[in-house]
């Protein structure tokens, strides 16, 4: 099991720009979690969800949006970058609800 | 407003010896706690958990204790090892989601 990828692992964005952070899991976890660190700082839920073609906002859903077609693939958009995007993303799996048990590598997103 | 609070951001321990973080809470809702560690660059990894049914939790070196009427539990490890040097996160459950803490850093001098 590859476990749970994110790509990419760093990038620079410009204000206003746009993009999608990759979110894959092999585990067939009904769960999926999008999370941001910023420093100093715990993780704050940014979206959920609980199966394909369920989707939830958590803490700090605004400027993102999320999409689930597959129960292996949640991806993460930012439609228009704005520098207090800049953060370390970290996609996550669970089993169960509310488990939350593997996490990807994480994406640092600087947005200059 | 922070539900759930690491007070120290950093901990300094030698190897060998014990290593205890902090972690508090407001919500007395909570019925799950967990603690994670993570190293630079990689994401967090689960390290151990316990119910609010139970008062401790052990596993190996990491034993966690929970006190309910406190809203406080913490993290032992003994004996450190460099290894463990990493930042550590406790995190309590939610209805879909896990809160975490602000984090403490924990270095393990050899």
């Known amino acids: 099991n590859a476990g749970v990828t994110q790509t990419p692992k760093f990038r620079i964005l410009k204000i206003g720009q746009s993009m999608t952070l990759q979110c894959t899991q092999d585990?067939?976890?009904?769960?999926m979690y999008w999370y941001r660190q910023d420093p100093g700082m715990g993780l704050k839920l940014i979206y959920y969800?609980?199966?394909?073609?369920?989707?939830d906002k958590g803490e700090v859903p605004n400027g993102y949006n999320v999409s689930r077609s597959t129960t292996e693939d949640f991806p993460l958009r930012l439609e228009l970058a704005a520098p207090s995007q800049t953060s370390v993303y970290f996609c996550?799996?669970?089993?169960?609800?509310?488990?939350?048990?593997?996490f990807g590598p994480g994406t640092r997103l600087t947005v200059l | 407003d922070q539900q759930v609070k690491q007070n120290s951001p950093s901990l300094s321990v030698q190897e060998g010896r014990i290593s205890i973080l902090n972690c508090d809470y407001t919500?007395?809702?909570?019925?799950?706690f967990l603690w994670y560690k993570k190293y630079p660059a990689e994401g967090p990894t689960f390290l151990i958990s316990?119910?609010?049914?139970?008062d401790k939790n052990e596993d190996g070196r990491f034993t966690v204790f929970l006190n309910k009427s406190a809203k406080h539990l913490s993290l032992h490890i003994v004996p450190s090892q460099p290894g463990d040097s990493a930042v550590y996160f406790c995190?309590?459950?939610?209805?879909?989601?896990?809160?975490f803490g602000t984090g403490t850093r924990l270095k393990v001098l050899a």
């Open positions: 996550a799996s669970s089993y169960e609800r509310g488990v939350v048990g593997d």
């Open positions: 585990m067939n976890h009904n769960y």
């Open positions: 969800s609980v199966g394909a073609g369920i989707t």
């Open positions: 919500n007395s809702m909570f019925d799950y």
């Open positions: 316990i119910s609010s049914i139970k």
């Open positions: 995190a309590a459950k939610g209805t879909y989601k896990y809160i």
